[in-house]
């Protein structure tokens, strides 16, 4: 996995492997993410709860771009 920055921390929803994960519905979406694993990265939802979805159903965000 290449390092990242501060900015790498985009990610876009592109698929969803399975229709039992909790993300199947935000596919399309945008979010930010606070860590990561080889398998995972880890983003919080709305009630504060860590989560994961899986590195193969997201694509990063801008690479270039800053956060805002």
Not at 1 to 27: G, H, N, P, R
Not at 29 to 50: A, W
């Amino acid at each position: 996995m290449e390092e990242m920055q501060a900015f790498d921390k985009k990610i876009k929803i592109v698929k969803c492997s399975y229709d039992t994960f909790w993300y199947k519905d935000l596919v399309g979406q945008t979010l930010t993410f606070e860590d990561y694993s080889p398998r995972d990265y880890y983003v919080r939802t709305r009630d504060g709860i860590l989560r994961s979805i899986l590195v193969n159903d997201v694509e990063f965000v801008d690479k270039k771009s800053p956060l805002i």
